[in-house]
T-cell receptor, first 110, second 118 residues
Framework: SQKIEQNSEALNIQEGKTATLTCNYT??????LQWYRQDPGRGPVFLLL?????KEKRKERLKVTFDTTLKQSLFHITASQPADSATYLC?????????FGKGTSLLVTP | GAVVSQHPSWVICKSGTSVKIECRSL??????MFWYRQFPKQSLMLMAT?????????EQGVEKDKFLINHASLTLSTLTVTSAHPEDSSFYIC??????????????FGQGTRLTVV
């Protein structure tokens, strides 16, 4: 069956450091991979989309890598801030809809 | 960006009653909307795909007679939880896309509805 796995353990880091979140998948052959942010009690908000032929994608302090050989994507937040504290979701297309991982909770402390 | 509005944001109902949740695309036409359910610390689970003017497509294990979906216009989809039970208590979220294939385009989500059945 198709699976999208993200670290279920919460990630706690100090303000100013780089946060790195991991997304691994099985039984997908994605042409695209997406990352979303979800705050408590809210719907997800789109952050970045990366294509299979892109090794890396950047947007401001965010960077995403996509390795289709390893079946893995890494999501980096540089110079992290307390406002970055949220749950980050990895998403892949199943054929007609987006499927999501459980998400990784990030807590950035001052 | 495109805005998806979901209403209500929270609702408490008694067991056995029905609850309707609305999802509207405010500034674009959405031929397809998606309904998800999310339990605490769990991922979003797709319940059904809602297509304007046709019947919804439900995921395996989702009771279509219990979760009624109507997509009567290009800007409105509704989810009705019928004969609600405490185990239906969850966070329900709708999503819409602007065009084409969802794989290569971002999805826009509503604010979510917290349903509590007592």
């Amino acid at each position: 069956s198709q699976k999208i796995e993200q670290n279920s353990e919460a990630l706690n880091i100090q303000e100013g450091k780089t946060a790195t979140l991991t997304c691994n998948y099985t039984n997908y052959s994605p042409a695209y991979l997406q990352w979303y942010r979800q705050d408590p009690g809210r719907g997800p908000v789109f952050l970045l989309l990366i294509r299979e032929n892109e090794k890396e994608k950047r947007k401001e302090r965010l960077k995403v890598t996509f390795d289709t050989t390893l079946k893995q994507s890494l999501f980096h937040i540089t110079a992290s801030q307390p406002a970055d504290s949220a749950t980050y979701l990895c998403a892949l297309f199943s054929g007609y809809a987006l499927n999501f991982g459980k998400g990784t909770s990030l807590l950035v402390t001052p | 960006g495109a805005v998806v509005s979901q209403h209500p944001s929270w609702v408490i109902c008694k067991s056995g009653t029905s609850v309707k949740i609305e999802c509207r695309s405010l500034d674009f036409q959405a031929t397809t909307m998606f309904w998800y359910r999310q339990f605490p610390k769990q991922s979003l689970m797709l319940m059904a795909t809602s297509n304007e003017g046709s019947k919804a497509t439900y995921e395996q294990g989702v009771e279509k007679d219990k979760f009624l979906i109507n997509h009567a216009s290009l800007t409105l989809s509704t989810l009705t939880v019928t004969s609600a039970h405490p185990e239906d208590s969850s966070f329900y979220i709708c999503s819409a896309i602007l065009r084409g294939l969802i794989a290569n385009t971002e999805a826009f989500f509503g604010q979510g509805t917290r349903l509590t059945v007592v």
